[in-house]
């Protein structure tokens, strides 16, 4: 049973430029959760993708968006990179009807540095 | 959401009982008390979740006062491998919730 997979692993990318994250979500699940996690902070939910629309949204600019395909999975674009994007970024699946414990699992990540 | 607070760093040697205890005063009725485990450019990991007494699974247990306006993750003999940041979150749960993540606790495990 995989889990929760996300490509690359680590980018480098200079400011202004554009990238594409991706996420597949742990088997069965349907819901995919964007998190950005500067150092030293806990994760900041970005958005939240179900049925292939974003459902939820945190507290970031347009610049940041996302999309969700049929199978599930999600890419997460941001364009005009600054240099405070640098960040983890963590993808987190879930079922939309589960309740209960352990509700949502996370990737490993991929490590964006913008210089 | 209801906001956490939790010590920013603890340290510990192998094989010792550590306890890291969150406040979390304006908790809900639908709230759930949930702690994550991360390691460094790792994704978290659910540790243990709780509404109410007390919970235990084979890694933690975690008890919550009658007022649940505070909860204690017990880690039992530490290891090395437990040195991670801790994370104490408080919300609804369910497969659509956005988790609310704090600063979390340092837990620095020393031979």
């Known amino acids: 049973d995989a889990g929760v997979t996300q490509s690359p692993t680590h980018l480098i990318k200079t400011r202004g430029q554009q990238v594409t994250l991706r996420c597949s979500p742990k088997?069965?699940?349907?819901?995919v959760s964007w998190y950005q996690q500067a150092l030293g902070q806990g994760p900041h939910f970005i958005f939240q993708?179900?049925?292939?629309?974003?459902?939820q949204r945190g507290n970031f600019p347009d610049r940041f968006s996302g999309h969700q395909f049929p199978n599930y999975s999600s890419e997460l674009n941001v364009n005009a990179l600054l240099l405070g994007d640098s960040a983890l970024y963590l993808c987190?699946?879930?079922?939309?009807?589960?309740?209960?414990?352990?509700?949502?699992?996370f990737g490993p990540g991929t490590r964006l540095l913008v210089l | 959401l209801a906001k956490t607070t939790q010590p920013i760093s603890m340290d510990s040697y192998e094989g010792q009982e550590v306890n890291i205890t969150c406040s979390h005063n304006n908790i809900a009725t639908n709230d759930y008390i949930t702690w994550y485990q991360q390691f460094p450019s790792q994704g978290p990991r659910f540790i243990i979740q709780?509404?109410?007494t007390k919970v235990t699974n084979e890694v933690a247990s975690l008890f919550i006062p009658a007022d649940r306006k505070s909860s204690t993750l017990s880690l039992p003999r530490v290891s090395l491998s437990d040195t991670a940041v801790y994370y104490c979150?408080?919300?609804?749960?369910?497969?659509?919730?956005?988790?609310?993540f704090g600063k979390g606790t340092m837990l620095l495990v020393s031979p």
């Open positions: 987190a699946s879930s079922l939309v009807r589960k309740t209960g414990s352990e509700t949502q699992y």
């Open positions: 709780g509404y109410k």
């Open positions: 993708y179900y049925e292939e629309e974003e459902r």
């Open positions: 979150l408080v919300g609804p749960v369910s497969g659509y919730s956005t988790l609310t």
């Open positions: 088997s069965g699940h349907d819901t």
